[in-house]
């Protein structure tokens, strides 16, 4: 049997059409959770880690989700006008501001689907350590071949940065 490579064009073709698939999922993915929940992804996160934690700091929010504390106060901010968490500064510091989530908050955490990145990082962690070194090593490739090696990306699938996502759905001029 005759090894056939495929022309150069055609795999560089299939490699946009891969990410262009990629860049559709994690954007359809986002609208269907905005629709059905009315939080974003990095949203439900912190609802999440607040729920799983109880009454805890802004800053181990924030170093627990992976997010600068700026970040996860502006979120926090919105998530409160919602009435899905309380903040308030802690007696013991007054320094500290701890958040809690609200009875609607866990009743909103209870009819939430599961977010994309928990589906990705099981069916992930199920390959072999080779393949993740792999795959990893292939993006940072094309993270670098596009000039995006100096951008900012938090852990989290989102088709617009965090910041950005978050101002739109509070104003309700999501393009989610």
Same mark, same amino acid.
């Given at each position: 049997?005759?090894?056939?490579?495929?022309?150069?064009?055609?795999?560089?073709?299939?490699?946009?059409?891969?990410?262009?698939?990629?860049?559709?999922?994690?954007?359809?993915?986002?609208? $269907?959770?905005v629709k059905r929940v009315g939080l974003t992804g990095p949203q439900l996160?912190?609802?999440?880690?607040?729920?799983? !934690?109880?009454?805890?700091?802004?800053?181990?929010?924030?170093?627990?989700?992976?997010l600068s504390q700026g970040t996860v106060t502006g979120i926090l901010e919105?998530?409160? $006008?919602?009435?899905?968490?309380?903040?308030?500064?802690?007696?013991?510091? $007054?320094?500290?501001?701890?958040?809690?989530?609200?009875?609607?908050?866990?009743?909103?955490?209870?009819?939430?689907?599961?977010?994309?990145?928990?589906?990705?990082?099981?069916?992930f962690s199920q390959l072999q350590g080779w393949e993740k070194t792999m795959?990893?090593?292939? !993006?940072?490739? !094309?993270?670098?071949?596009?000039?995006?090696?100096?951008?900012?990306?938090?852990?989290?699938?989102?088709?617009?940065?965090?910041?950005?996502?978050?101002? $739109?759905?509070?104003?309700?001029?999501?393009?989610?």
């Amino acid at each position: 049997m005759v090894d056939k490579m495929l022309p150069e064009r055609e795999i560089s073709d299939n490699v946009l059409i891969a990410l262009r698939k990629i860049i559709q999922a994690i954007d359809l993915n986002s609208k $269907k959770l905005v629709k059905r929940v009315g939080l974003t992804g990095p949203q439900l996160v912190i609802l999440q880690e607040i729920s799983r !934690l109880g009454t805890v700091s802004v800053g181990e929010v924030a170093k627990n989700v992976s997010l600068s504390q700026g970040t996860v106060t502006g979120i926090l901010e919105r998530m409160e $006008k919602r009435g899905v968490v309380v903040r308030q500064r802690s007696s013991q510091d $007054k320094r500290r501001v701890m958040v809690r989530i609200t009875e609607s908050g866990e009743e909103l955490l209870s009819n939430a689907p599961p977010i994309m990145q928990e589906s990705f990082l099981g069916k992930f962690s199920q390959l072999q350590g080779w393949e993740k070194t792999m795959i990893l090593s292939a !993006l940072q490739r !094309l993270v670098f071949m596009m000039d995006a090696k100096t951008m900012i990306a938090e852990p989290f699938l989102s088709a617009t940065p965090i910041e950005e996502t978050e101002k $739109k759905t509070v104003a309700g001029t999501s393009s989610l």
